[in-house]
């Protein structure tokens, strides 16, 4: 990945360096020159881009978005039952018991 960046970023200084080197000598009678025009050229590709790029953005408030479902509580079910015990001493006992299921 960084290969291939460093490789395309130093063909394109590579690029801009040649092209700059043939181009001939502004002069005032001639309006904007061969280094004006590429330079106007650049910009209005990236004003363009810009425009068409912006103009797919997809993270507005009306579009879908993916959540987590909300989460579902599942509820006891659960009763009194009467239970009767004998204590250590022989006296029975009943006590009311929750249960749940």
């Known amino acids: ?11 394109a200084a590579l690029t801009v360096f040649v092209l700059c080197g043939t181009q001939p000598a502004a002069q005032a009678r001639d309006g904007i ?9 650049v910009l209005g590709g990236v004003v363009a881009g810009s ?3 912006s103009a797919n953005n997809g993270y507005y408030p009306g579009q879908p978005v993916y959540r987590a479902p909300p989460p579902v509580y599942v509820e006891e079910v659960c009763h009194v039952e009467r239970r009767g015990f004998i204590d250590p001493y022989g006296v029975e006992h009943i006590r009311r018991v929750r249960v749940c299921e």
Do not use: E
Not at 2 to 7: E, F, I, V
């Open 51 to 53: 425009a068409i790029a």
């Open 33 to 41: 020159g061969v280094g004006g025009a590429a330079a106007l050229g």
């Open 1 to 11: 990945m960084l290969g291939s960046l460093l490789r395309t970023g130093s063909m």
